[in-house]
């Protein structure tokens, strides 16, 4: 088989198509020949050498797919030759087929393209366990989403609104009519505005219950100040930076909690958790469109280059590479 390959890491060129050894399962796995993988920020980072995949995973990158089950491991139920499914990967998404543990596979939602549900398994499933599993985000509270703009930001800012949530964004200012129509309440533009002092306007000076967190470092102080009493602040990313300063003190008086999670290590377990409350809580929320895939481009998976090039610069929803 063909897959996107790094000889060596570096910049969007770092990225070769090239022949590779085809996948076998494993007893309880499947191979995917795979029509479509999305680009995540891990993906970049991988690239840049920042980012190696868990031990036993593929060495290409991509975190997500979907495609048609070709194959089964020898103790894999539930499950068809000839199936059309998506799935959550710890790698190897860039490839024409894919072996994933049959616990990681999640049928496409009924009025989805199959191209399209490969934007869907790493956002849902990081989305889900944070913001609702982890800071059990409640009807009427109020969730604030950094990057709406991101596949994640999109995702976050429509599975909130699914679930009774007044979703305050940050993005620049050309994104917030698309964010809004997604369901945001209010965007922030973080190039102009304090989103501290914005956020505490518009809830009343409470702050905002729970936070979901792509920048890390440069936040996380900022970051609690803008939590209401009881807050809890989920960091998943260090677009920011890696290290920030936080005031306990602070953190005290508003009995507030900050948690920072990684999906892609977690043991294949926890993954399994995760996709099965993510198949039977969200996955009737996109099929009945109130949560849809956001797509920013379609490439051949033959330029990933370029898909790279995309997701390093401003756009909104998932970029994906797609095979015939």
């Known amino acids: 088989m063909r897959a996107i390959t790094i000889p060596e890491p570096g ?4 990225l070769v198509w090239a022949d590779v050894p085809d996948p076998s399962p494993g007893s309880d796995e499947v191979v995917i020949d795979v029509r479509a993988s999305a680009v995540n920020r891990a993906d970049v980072l991988q690239r840049q050498g920042h980012y190696p995949p868990p031990a036993g995973a593929p060495p290409y990158p ?3 797919c979907a495609g048609v089950i070709s194959a089964l491991g020898s ?5 068809e030759v000839g199936q059309p499914v998506c799935a959550l990967l710890s790698g190897g998404g860039y490839a024409e087929r894919v072996a994933v543990p049959a616990g990681q596979l999640l049928p496409v939602p009924a009025g989805v393209d199959l191209v399209d549900a490969a934007a869907l398994p790493e956002v849902a499933c990081t ?3 944070n913001v609702v599993q982890l800071a059990r985000l409640g ?4 969730l604030l989403v950094h990057g709406g703009g991101s596949g994640i930001g999109t995702f976050a800012i429509q599975l909130g609104a699914a679930l009774g949530a007044t979703v305050l964004v940050t993005a620049r200012a050309d994104k917030h009519d698309r964010l809004r129509e997604l369901g945001a309440a209010h965007a922030i533009d973080y190039t102009t505005e304090d989103f501290v002092e914005a956020t505490k306007r518009l809830t009343d000076g409470r702050g905002a219950d ?3 967190d792509i920048m890390g470092g440069s936040y996380l102080g900022r970051n609690v100040t803008a939590l209401a009493t009881g807050g809890r602040l989920v960091v998943i990313g260090l677009q920011g930076g890696r290290k920030g300063e936080l005031n306990v003190a602070e953190l005290l008086a508003k009995r507030g909690s900050v948690t920072a999670t990684a999906l892609r290590s977690r043991p294949a377990a926890e993954k399994a958790a995760i996709v099965r409350g993510v198949r ?3 996955w009737p929320l996109v099929e009945s469109g109130a949560i849809r895939p956001i797509i920013h481009r379609r490439l051949p998976m033959a330029e990933a280059a370029e898909a790279h090039r995309i997701m390093e610069s401003s756009h909104i929803g998932k970029v994906l590479l797609t095979l015939d």
């Open 210 to 212: 729970v936070i979901l």
């Open 62 to 64: 991509g975190l997500e």
């Open 139 to 142: 009807i009427s509270e109020t």
């Open 11 to 14: 910049g969007p060129d770092a």
């Open 75 to 79: 103790d894999v139920t539930g499950w």
């Open 280 to 282: 039977e809580e969200v």
């Open 127 to 129: 989305v889900w366990s």
